[in-house]
């Protein structure tokens, strides 16, 4: 079965300083991989996506993510944190055996210090 | 393009009765699927639609949720009778195909049965 996990329910960085946000995944064949972000009381959106292809792969808001098959790792960074990054983001992996269905990690709320 | 829509935003019922939300899913997506954030637990998948017809139910917990999607367009999942663990966020999101494709996500319906 495909599962998802995040490290770290809850991350604190100050303004300016590296976001990295981890994810790794478990799936038997090769994953499609999503990062989503949800803000307060708005639905999740779209970061980035990993399909095929090159691997480090760069979404919106200067967030990127590299997939690394050999770590089962698909970790979120960003060279500097604003204030408006602050939010809840979401690790998923599309499960290409069952109607491409998102199974989702737990969650990471991510708090950006002045 | 008009993204996808929830109503209503928030519900509070008493265990034992009936509640129905709806989605409205961006104009000509054929795919959409329910999900679910119960308090502090990861979003799951409940059910997904193509067009009018179900293709996955793997998700639903019980016989007490019953989701439809007349003519495809916009769907409705209805509890009844609504239970205490039923208390979450319902999410519905649409693409317009499967794989990689984006799923966009609603803001989602706050349920809460007392």
């Known amino acids: 079965a495909q599962s998802v996990t995040q490290l770290g329910s809850h991350v604190s960085v100050s303004e300016g300083a590296l976001v990295l946000l981890r994810c790794n995944y478990s799936?038997?064949?090769?994953?499609?991989l999503f990062w989503y972000v949800q803000y307060p009381n708005q639905g999740l959106q779209l970061l980035l996506k990993?399909?095929?292809?090159?691997?480090l792969v760069k979404g919106i808001n200067g967030f990127e993510a590299e997939f690394k098959k050999s770590e089962t790792s698909f970790h979120l960074t960003k060279p500097s944190a604003h204030m408006s990054d602050a939010a809840e983001y979401f690790c998923?992996?599309?499960?290409?055996?069952?109607?491409?269905?998102?199974?989702f990690g737990s969650g990471t709320r991510l708090l950006v210090r002045p | 393009e008009a993204g996808v829509t929830q109503f209503p935003s928030h519900s509070v019922i008493e265990k034992g009765q009936t509640v129905t939300l709806r989605c409205d899913p961006i104009?000509?997506?054929?795919?959409l699927y329910w999900y679910r954030r119960v308090m502090g637990k990861e979003i799951k998948f409940l059910l997904h639609?193509?067009?009018?017809?179900?293709?996955?139910e793997s998700g639903m917990p019980n016989n007490r949720f019953l989701a439809e999607r007349t003519g495809g367009t916009y769907s409705t999942l209805k509890v009844q009778p609504a239970e205490l663990e039923d208390s979450g966020v319902y999410f519905c999101?649409?693409?317009?195909?499967?794989?990689?494709?984006?799923?966009?996500f609603g803001p989602g319906t706050r349920l809460t049965v007392t």
């Open positions: 799936s038997s064949v090769p994953p499609y």
């Open positions: 998923a992996v599309s499960d290409r055996r069952s109607s491409y269905k998102l199974i």
């Open positions: 999101a649409s693409s317009s195909g499967q794989g990689g494709y984006e799923q966009y």
């Open positions: 990993y399909t095929t292809g090159a691997t």
């Open positions: 104009s000509g997506h054929d795919n």
């Open positions: 639609f193509v067009k009018e017809s179900k293709q996955d």
